[in-house]
């Protein structure tokens, strides 16, 4: 019995020690149905954190996500923002033809996601229209402005006694989604009212910006509009691109940040001025190694960058060989002897699409000239033929070639194309002009190719 008694206890404690060192939940399983599904994958994204899930062909889904808790966003036929945390076990209904009015959340982790979805809901009662919004006087704005405010730091009362974690965080993600509205009206307001040119916002409509600390880490992993405040901070685009000796200034006051995170989240928003037409190529480069500690993305720019500085004007255009709608193929040496401007595109781009009424203006304006215009489409092999119809059934002129290869043809990797429609101008030699050419509606291209005819 005396053996017992203390066999009991000692049972009791590696009973006790065996349930403490149970791993914690580090993950949330996301589940649900999607009525009218659009494609067979759903992509939840967040931070540095990007999954993609199978979605059946009855529309359900369900997968497990090894995530900290944040703000993500799923993206399938349009994008919706919501909350995760390891432990939810998150089931999502939804309607893709009625996206936003649809969403409904069950389960672990609902309450917050249903809010999150009425949040959505509500902006969009109150701001039905974002352009007209920006198009309306400063007092009017702000007053919507804080409107929207109102309605949700009053609809997040709800969660208080929920989850007081999650309370706290939205509470400073409503205050900093209010502040950057401020600060996105100046720029949006001079975009769609571009006839108000001397237009300024009051002096202290930003006054809430003046004490906000720039160099919060956690602020910056959690909340997108406290990243985009932080960038509008140190990166003025229109200065960078207008004056050259800024690019200097705003790199040495990115230095000065004490956050890891911040300095290469920002230094990763540079990755699309490392371009051939950038003035700056070199010093932006430099200061993208000295500043960043990401070594992967630093590899990824040596590698774009190496490309990119044999892209600027006067060195040879890399060549390729295509194959011509008209018949057969047809090489960068067939094109010698006249202007090249050419036109890297494909039918499923929109941007690109919308360029086609100015590039056939373009064509008919240079046709008795010393330039060729010459398109090619970066479709996939199983899209040839419908390439070949498009251009039918858009009339398209000019040359038309297609690169097989889609994103691996060997124009987009030897130009180091991220995005489409892209532009390039190469002179009678081979030579590169402008390996980011003006687009055919920009009337800069005019400008250019006026100036080079007329240089003979």
């Known amino acids: 019995m005396k053996f017992l008694r203390l066999l009991i206890p000692a049972l009791a404690l590696l009973f006790f020690m065996s349930c403490s060192t149970e791993p914690p939940i580090d993950y949330a399983i996301f589940s649900g149905t999607i009525e009218n599904p659009d494609g067979d994958k759903l992509t939840v994204r967040g931070g540095d954190f990007s999954q993609e899930i199978t979605v059946a062909e009855d529309g359900t889904f369900s997968d497990t996500l090894k995530i900290e808790a944040g703000y993500f966003t799923f993206s399938h036929a349009e994008r919706s923002v919501f909350y995760l945390a390891p432990g939810y076990n998150l089931s999502l209904t939804i309607n893709t033809e009625e996206f936003d009015e649809t969403v409904k959340y069950m389960g672990a982790g609902s309450e917050v996601n249903n809010y999150m979805a009425s949040k959505i809901m509500t902006e969009e009662e109150l701001i039905p229209d974002a352009k007209a919004n920006y198009m309306k006087d400063e007092a009017v704005y702000v007053a919507k402005a804080e409107e929207v405010k109102a309605a949700q730091l009053a609809n997040i009362e709800s969660l208080k006694e929920v989850d007081a974690s999650f309370y706290d965080l939205e509470k400073r993600n409503i205050m900093y989604d209010h502040l950057s509205s401020l600060k996105n009206y100046e720029g949006a307001h001079s975009y769609y009212v571009p006839e108000d040119t001397t237009f300024k916002v009051s002096e202290n409509l930003l006054d809430g910006l003046k004490e906000l600390d720039y160099d919060n880490s956690e602020d910056y992993t959690s909340f997108s509009s406290y990243r985009n405040l932080v960038s509008s901070k140190f990166i003025d685009y229109r200065a960078i691109t207008g004056n050259p000796d800024t690019i200097t200034t705003v790199l040495a006051n990115i230095k000065k940040l004490e956050s890891e995170k911040i300095k290469n989240g920002l230094m990763n928003s540079f990755r699309y001025y490392l371009s051939p037409s950038y003035a700056e190529l070199t010093t932006l480069y430099d200061g993208i190694m000295e500043i960043s500690t990401d070594q992967e993305y630093k590899a990824e720019i040596t590698e774009k960058y190496n490309k990119v500085k044999n892209l600027v004007k006067g060195k040879p255009a890399p060549k390729f060989n295509y194959v011509n709608y008209a018949g057969g193929k ?127």
């Open 330 to 456: 047809m090489s960068m040496d067939d094109l010698s002897g006249k202007y090249v401007y050419f036109d890297i595109w494909a039918t499923w781009c929109g941007p690109c699409i919308r360029e086609i009424p100015y590039l056939k203006e373009r064509e008919e304006q240079y046709k008795d000239t010393n330039v060729q215009f010459v398109s090619v489409s970066i479709d996939p092999i199983k899209d040839f033929d419908k390439w070949r119809q498009f251009i039918v059934d858009k009339e398209l002129g000019g040359i038309q070639l297609y690169a097989d290869g889609d994103w691996k043809s060997s124009i987009i990797t030897d130009y180091a194309i991220e995005g489409i429609p892209r532009f390039i101008l190469v002179d009678p030699d081979g030579n590169i002009v402008s390996a980011d050419a003006p687009r055919p509606s920009d009337p800069k291209l005019a400008e250019m190719l006026d100036g080079l005819i007329a240089a003979g």
